[in-house]
């Protein structure tokens, strides 16, 4: 045998410098949920370790992930029920408390890079992304509220405006409210190829979000689909999108490579509250061993492609690593 593989594998120190992926807390977003109130740090049922968080209680946090190593954050608001409406006019309303902890946030932490999700849902009485009509989902009326909402988080001080909604034609929308009121270095990392999936359950309970009638297939794409991730991918380059987003990321590796391979835009891979939840829970159950298989999952998101990975297991990944 001329090819002995293992040879490489053979010790230690070899198999440190012929490793061919890492990953680090600079690859990292960590994903949160946020109130409104005072001394508020409640924790999600079904994904343990992760709360809703008051502003003050979030300055906390943050802070501690901060001296972890973390750098990059994405918020998202839980509102109450009252001021929810059809068409998420709470969203861009100078009293919202989400607008405000953004801007407190960025004061408090000027390094850190802030994300923010552009979307009806947490703020719609109906629960879905874009303006409900005679049960149909509408696409041009919805992006007049979606660039609304994107200048206040631009003004507000976010870093990255994040659309999720899908709605078609969005990305160059946002692109050219912010570029019009100057926010021109304010980036896009849009939610390119978001599949309409079963794993995002636990982020809806964390805001109380699901739609209140039908799914989200009229918009999110059909999980049986690759192709349409190119058409996605190619619309969100032309429009102007500073990274594509591939979600959830787990499930959908093959996607991230696809981007990967096709386009020269940052690839964000989001590894969504259901399969943070699933892993959590096997690990919780002691059917796996979280210190080994909680880096291989975000391995396996590196070696897909993912230049980023949005996990709600930062703040543990990054502790493991201080250790
Ligand atoms: C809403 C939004 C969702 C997620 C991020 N933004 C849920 C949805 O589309 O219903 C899911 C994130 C997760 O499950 O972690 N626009």
Known sequence: ???????????????????????????????????????????????????RFSQDRIIEEIGECIDLGLKSFMIFPAVEESLKDSHASYSYSPENFYLQIASELKSVFPSICLISDVAMDPYSSDGHDGIVEDGKILNDESLEILGKMSLAQ???????????????????????????????????????????????????????SAPKFGDKKSYQMDPSNQRDAMIEADLDTMEGADFLMVKPAVHYLDIIHLLKSNYPLPIAGYHVSGECAMLMAAIEKGYIDGEKAIPETLLSLKRAGCDVIITYLAKGYAKSLNH
């Open 1 to 51: 045998m001329l090819r002995r593989p293992r040879r490489n594998r053979a010790s230690k120190v070899l198999r440190s410098m012929v490793r061919e992926n890492f990953v680090t807390t600079d690859d990292l977003i960590y994903p949160m949920f946020v109130m409104d109130g005072e001394n508020k740090k409640e924790e999600i049922k079904s994904l343990p370790g992760n709360f």
């Open 154 to 208: 631009a003004e507000a001080g976010f870093d990255l405006i994040g659309p999720s909604d899908m709605m078609d034609g969005r990305v160059q929308y946002i692109r050219e409210i912010l570029d019009r009121n100057g926010y021109t270095t304010t980036g896009i990392m849009s939610y390119t190829a978001k599949y309409a999936s079963a794993f995002y359950g636990p982020f809806r309970d964390a805001l109380n």
